[in-house]
């Protein structure tokens, strides 16, 4: 069976004929380490879901300085909704840290078929309420979790990540210096 479909059937009760429609307006894109999904500054038209590899959702402040606001792993889902929704440009950059495989897909042609198909919309809530929750408890996270029980998390959600990105990028994602990761690693050792 397809991990995709498997993985949908997760939020919601999908039919298979539901499925083929989501991959009728789905396209297979693999992305090199490094490259730019969706860059910020411009207004995105495309969700996508991560199967393979790493991503991050990041912030470039004019001094240079970068936060990565999320990282993505197998199987999730990306993309400047806010920025989708709102029909404005997006402030966040998605980039492949590792080599990736997504399937892309076009918010208007989904919003379209969540119109025509009462489970594609179903699905569209459900995915909606889990991005919500993710992205609350990720802001629960930074308020209450020090540094090292927030890389002790990230390794339990990415088990190999300090295998499969640069410590400057898991830094960035905790919001301390490379340095402080450093310390923290040689602690929890």
Do not use: W
Not at 10 to 33: G, H, M, R, T, Y
Not at 89 to 95: D, G, H, K, L, T
Not at 113 to 125: A, M, P, T
């Amino acid at each position: 069976m397809n991990p995709s479909f498997v993985f949908l059937q997760k939020f919601s009760d999908i039919s298979e004929a539901s499925f083929l429609k989501l991959q009728n307006i789905s396209e297979v894109k693999s992305f090199k380490s490094k490259e730019i999904l969706a860059p910020a500054g411009e207004i995105p038209k495309k969700l996508y879901l991560l199967f393979s590899g790493v991503m991050r959702a990041y912030v470039s402040l004019e001094c240079g300085k970068e936060y990565n606001k999320r990282l993505y792993s197998p199987i999730s889902f990306a993309g400047a909704l806010t920025a989708i929704i709102k029909n404005e440009p997006s402030e966040i950059n998605y980039q492949a840290l590792t080599d990736c495989k997504v399937f892309e897909v076009d918010f208007e042609s989904f919003k379209k078929l969540c119109r025509e198909d009462f489970g594609i919309g179903k699905l569209y809530v459900r995915v909606l309420e889990h991005v919500f929750i993710a992205y609350e408890e990720r802001n629960l996270d930074l308020m209450i979790l020090d540094a090292s029980q927030l890389y002790s998390k990230l390794r339990k959600q990415i088990p190999n990540v300090d295998d499969l990105i640069p410590q400057y990028q898991i830094a960035a994602y905790l919001g301390i210096t490379p340095v402080q990761l450093s310390r923290i690693r040689k602690k929890l050792r």
